[in-house]
Each structure stands twice: as structure tokens, then as C-alpha cells.
T-cell receptor, first 117, second 113 residues
């Protein structure tokens, strides 16, 4: 059972336009969400995160939106640049008992973003 | 600079052989994780450790084992390699519970013939 789903395997956008990557989750215990970017032959690198107590977090060109009622989050990249072309993974974690996070992440399948010059 | 390294970067082995993939981090992180990446599945958790002498099974642990004898290293062993274990393997680490951001190594591409 895939608890974190990225239903779009790929996305193609023009340089300068907005890229929107989507992620859905089913586990209502998830309360912390992250986006990772991965280039070929490299490990994933952390991009941005959001706690469930927020509905938006912004870092430069990257904004993550969380809709808890819909169990949906999205990553907006504005403006998109050719260097943003990579695989983007959504990930989620749940706090353990007593408020202590156990640090385990559940990842989605990934979305390949291609930004054309 | 602190970092996390994996070796070898590429490995070809035969079915039935024992294989060990190394992971070494200098972040002094307590948490360490092993994932495999396969097309259509994203990253799936194999084993993880919250500290020395602690190991736990993840989502896809069958056929794999880990041991944690110090903070810096978490080697992953394939007891008897199978073709289904052909994959790209990533090691990651994070700080003590409460900090979910994981930092990943560059990966090991394993081919089992």
C-alpha cells in the first residue's frame, strides 16, 4: 500500500514559468513533509519541508503548500530554471509516541521535472 | 566538511554471493538509514538504526542485514544476492529524533547477474 503517492511520473515546463509538483498521502498520522531533489548519479538532496501546523512554507523560488483535509501537498517553483530539471521526491514522517519523531521517512515514487530553455 | 560516503559506487556480483555495501558519515548523526531506489517505487526503506547496537527492519528488509558497531558506519549486507536485488542503494543519516531531514550519500549501483 503506497502511503505517499506522486501520480505524475513526469512534468515538462518552459523556463520562467511555474512548475507545480503534486503529492498525496493516505496516512493521517503523517505530520511532517519534505521535498527532495535528485540529479542523475547523485543522492537526493533536501529542498524544503513543512510541518502540519502550517499550510505554507516558502524558501526563495520554492514554496510548499499543505492541505491537510485533502491530504495533499504541492511544490511550486517560480520561476522555473533549466537547472531545476531533476527528479523530485515527496516524503512524509509521523511523530512517535510522546511527541518524539522516529525519523523514518516514507517516500513517493518521484516526478521527473524537465525545464526547457 | 561533514559528509556521508558510500563504497563501492558500482558493483557487479553473481547470484548467491554475499555482498557488503559500506556507508560512512562524519556528521556524528545517531540515525542512519538504507534505502533502495527502483523505477516506479521511489525510495524504499531497507533497514535503519537509531544508534550504536540498534538496528531495525524497514519495509523491504528480506535478504538484507545491517550492524552498527560505531556511530559513523552502517554497512549493508546482502546475505545471498538475488537478481531482484539489482538496484541503486542509498544510505542516509539524520540527527537524533526530532530532526527528520535526512542527508543522503551518492549511492551504490548494484547489478546481480
Amino acid at each position: 500500500d503506497q502511503q505517499v503517492k506522486q501520480n505524475s511520473p513526469s512534468l515538462s515546463v518552459q523556463e520562467g514559468r511555474i512548475s507545480i509538483l503534486n503529492c498525496d498521502y493516505t496516512n493521517s498520522m503523517f505530520d511532517y513533509f519534505l521535498w527532495y531533489k535528485k540529479y542523475p548519479a547523485e543522492g537526493p538532496t533536501f529542498l524544503i519541508s513543512i510541518s502540519s501546523i502550517k499550510d505554507k512554507n516558502e524558501d526563495g523560488r520554492f514554496t510548499v503548500f499543505l492541505n491537510k483535509s485533502a491530504k495533499h501537498l504541492s511544490l511550486h517553483i517560480v520561476p522555473s530554471q533549466p537547472g531545476d530539471s531533476a527528479v523530485y521526491f515527496c516524503a512524509a514522517s509521523a511523530q512517535g509516541a510522546g511527541g518524539t519523531s522516529y525519523g523514518k521517512l516514507t517516500f513517493g515514487q518521484g516526478t521527473i521535472l524537465t525545464v526547457h530553455p | 566538511d561533514a559528509e556521508i560516503t558510500q563504497s563501492p559506487r558500482h558493483k557487479i556480483t553473481e547470484t548467491g554471493r554475499q555482498v557488503t555495501l559500506a556507508c560512512h558519515q562524519t556528521w556524528n548523526h545517531n540515525n542512519m538509514f538504507w534505502y533502495r531506489q527502483d523505477l516506479g517505487h521511489g525510495l524504499r526503506l531497507i533497514h535503519y538504526s537509531y544508534g550504536v547496537q540498534d538496528t531495525n527492519k524497514g519495509e523491504v528488509s528480506d535478504g538484507y542485514s545491517v550492524s552498527r558497531s560505531n556511530t559513523e558506519d552502517l554497512p549493508l549486507t546482502l546475505e545471498s544476492a538475488a537478481s531482484s536485488q539489482t538496484s541503486v542503494y542509498f544510505c542516509a543519516s539524520s540527527e537524533a529524533p526530532g530532526r527528520e531531514t535526512q542527508y543522503f550519500g551518492p549511492g551504490t549501483r548494484l547489478l546481480v547477474l
